[in-house]
């Protein structure tokens, strides 16, 4: 069975930092475009960084450029989420998708928006306290 897991999330002062980590399992991610999303209390979810399974293509919500950055390993099946200086807006749920384009040059694409996205991880928490 298709599956990602996030992991990574906690509590993290302002001035610190997190790595959030998502690995899959059943697929390989290589293959796949993937998106990090996350939800603030009592919000809609937004879209907070993207890859593309090709061309090392990347994108980042305004609100997270220069401060996110996102990578992935795929000798380790994994998507990373490094976040430095977070804000008190940044504590959300985070989430990670991914999703498989049957046109090689779609795997090109860096996506922001939710809805093309097939598969989703479970979330992880993260916490922004002084």
């Known amino acids: 069975q298709l599956q990602l897991v996030e992991s990574g999330g906690g509590l993290v002062q302002p001035g610190g930092s997190l790595r959030l980590s998502c690995a899959a399992s059943g697929f390989t991610l290589d293959y796949y475009n993937i998106g990090w999303f996350r939800q603030p209390p009592g919000k809609e979810r937004e879209g907070v960084s993207c890859?593309?399974?090709?061309?090392?293509?990347?994108n980042y919500a305004d609100s997270v450029k220069g401060r996110f950055t996102i990578s992935r390993d795929n000798a380790k099946n994994t998507v990373y989420l490094p976040m430095n200086q977070p804000h008190s807006e940044d504590a959300a749920i985070y989430y990670c998708?991914?999703?498989?384009?049957?046109?090689?040059?779609?795997?090109?694409?860096?996506?922001?928006?939710?809805?093309?996205?097939?598969?989703w991880g479970q979330g992880t928490q993260v916490t922004v306290s002084s």
């Open positions: 998708a991914a999703v498989r384009f049957s046109i090689t040059a779609d795997r090109g694409m860096c996506i922001m928006d939710a809805r093309p996205y097939v598969y």
């Open positions: 890859i593309s399974g090709s061309g090392g293509r990347t």
